[in-house]
Structure formats: C-alpha cells, structure tokens
C-alpha cells in the first residue's frame, strides 16, 4: 500500500498543531461528549515564544482569525494588531507583551476552531506559497500597513461587512511574514492601500464616526 502524503500545512496551521491544537477531524475529545479535555491550556506567551522570528506573523493571523465572527468587538482587536504592527515599525524583531498578556491563558478547544478553520479553507494557500521575493519583506514598511489596517479595523463604521476588507489584508500581510513570500506581502501592500482609497471615498462617514467617538469620551 502506498501511504499518501499529508497535506501541506501553511506555517500558521504548523505551529498551532505542534503546540497541540487539532482540526475537529483530528481532535480526540469531541464537543459535546462529556469527556474533558486532557490538554491543559496554552498561554499566550508560550504562542509568541513558538513562533520566534515569526511572531508578529503569527500573532497577527491568530488575531485575525478569531476577530472575524465577532463583529461587535472590532475595536479591542484592532488596537491588539495595531500596537503589534507599532513595534514592526521601531524595529523590534520579536513582538512585546506585558507580563499580564503573556500569562494569559488559551483554552485549546478554542485553538482547535483556529486550526479546523485553516484546515478547511486555506488548502490552496499552502500550495500557493513559498519562499521567495523576500526583498519585499520590510518589518517597517509591513507594521505600517498593519497599523493603518488594525486602526481603521478599530472603527465602528457602520458598514455592513467592513471587517472582512480589513482582515482579509491583515490575514495575508500574517501569511507573508510566516512564509516569508515577498509575493504575499506585496498583495498585502496593494489590498492597504486599496482600503486607504474607500476610507478617502467614505471619509465623510468616518469623520462622522470619529466625531461621535469624540464626544462620546469628552
């Protein structure tokens, strides 16, 4: 019998895996079968450390991910990446996180919805990256993009689906830097700047928006 190949994980999926985390194909303990889970929890810390060079990458795609069902809660999602897309911007070649953060635990259930979620939708991002063009990789001009993408992701515009053309550049931007694909990165950059250009087209909404916001605070 000829065993066949396991499909090719992208680096994300990779890491979440060896960390523990299983596609609901995968998992053993089931939702909803009484059993608990025998994995203890994952702190965030231990996440940023497994990832090493590409933790920026790998805390941006884990952010995206889990932001994308909750629509109401875009703004403290959008600050999180924005202040990881900050320090790409001074240079800082790990991502920081306060002791609080870094000790904040990770339930693995939760993980595993991460990972079923890659494994089910993003088959042909694995065949369609590798390493290359990685002159484009610049850390400063990427945490730009993130920081410009993560801000505007943190304001409440009252724009059906205006999450998803915000996470979906966040998303790539995190495939790039963990595949280290220059071609990714550089999608990246055209989806901001795409996104840049409706923020200008709707500005008098977002205007609007930062108003309200205002008053409300002061």
Known sequence: MIA????????????????????HEEATDRDGDGVPDPRPPLTVGELVDKAAEGGFGFLIGILSLIAIPFFGLSTPFGLAIALIGAQMMLGRTQPWLPKRARRRELKMAMLDRVTTILAKRTRWIARSTRRRMEFLIRPRLVGLGIVVLAL?????LPIPGSNLAFLIPLFVYSVGL???????ILAGHIA????VVLLF????????VLERIWHWLF
Not at 152 to 156: E, H, N, V
Not at 178 to 184: P, S, T, V
Not at 192 to 195: E, F, S
Not at 201 to 208: P, S
């Open 152 to 156: 505007a992701l943190a304001l409440p």
């Open 201 to 208: 087209v709707f500005g008098k909404t977002v205007l609007h």
């Open 4 to 23: 066949t190949q396991a499909p090719r994980r992208i680096r994300l999926g990779e890491l979440l895996h060896e960390l523990g985390a299983r596609a």
């Open 178 to 184: 963990l595949e280290r694909d220059g071609a990714w």
């Open 192 to 195: 901001a700047l795409i996104d």
